[in-house]
Nanobody, 125 residues
Framework: VQLQASGGGLVQAGGSLRLSCAVSGRTSSVYAVGWFRQTPGEEREFVAAMYWRGSGTSYGNSVQGRFTISKDNAKNTAYLQMNSLKPEDTAVYYC???????????????????WGQGTLVTVSS
C-alpha cells in the first residue's frame, strides 16, 4: 500500500485548507486511514482517523470541532478538511493506513503500517 499526501500550503489564521491522501496498491488490506502531524523536536501527534470501509471517526482533542476527516472510496482518497486554523496547527501532516486485523485504537501511531510523505501546513498569525 502506498499513500501520497498533498494540499499543504500557507494560510492565514482563521483560514481553511483541505489535505488529500491518495491510497494505492492493495487497498483491500486497509482497515483505517489516519492523519498525524509533527513539528520539529516534537513527537508525531494524532489528528484524525476513520475506518476505510465504515463511517466511524476519531479526532485528537486539539482539532475536535475544527477538522473533519472524510473519504471517497471510489477514488481511494481520504481528506482532511481543516477550518479555523491556528498558528499552532503549523506542522508537517502525514497520512497513514492501518492494516486489517490490527488493534482498533485509531489514535495509536504504532499500529499504522503504511505512511505517506508529509505535506507542510503553515498557519501565519
Amino acid at each position: 500500500v502506498q499513500l501520497q499526501a498533498s494540499g499543504g500550503g500557507l494560510v492565514q489564521a482563521g483560514g481553511s485548507l483541505r489535505l488529500s491522501c491518495a491510497v494505492s496498491g492493495r487497498t483491500s488490506s486497509v482497515y483505517a486511514v489516519g492523519w498525524f502531524r509533527q513539528t520539529p523536536g516534537e513527537e508525531r501527534e494524532f489528528v484524525a482517523a476513520m475506518y476505510w470501509r465504515g463511517s466511524g471517526t476519531s479526532y485528537g482533542n486539539s482539532v475536535q470541532g475544527r477538522f473533519t476527516i472524510s473519504k471517497d472510496n471510489a477514488k481511494n482518497t481520504a481528506y482532511l478538511q481543516m477550518n479555523s486554523l491556528k498558528p499552532e496547527d503549523t506542522a508537517v501532516y502525514y497520512c497513514a493506513a492501518k492494516r486489517i486485523f490490527t488493534p482498533s485504537d485509531l489514535a495509536q501511531l504504532a499500529s499504522y503500517a503504511w505512511w505517506g510523505q508529509g505535506t507542510l501546513v503553515t498557519v501565519s498569525s
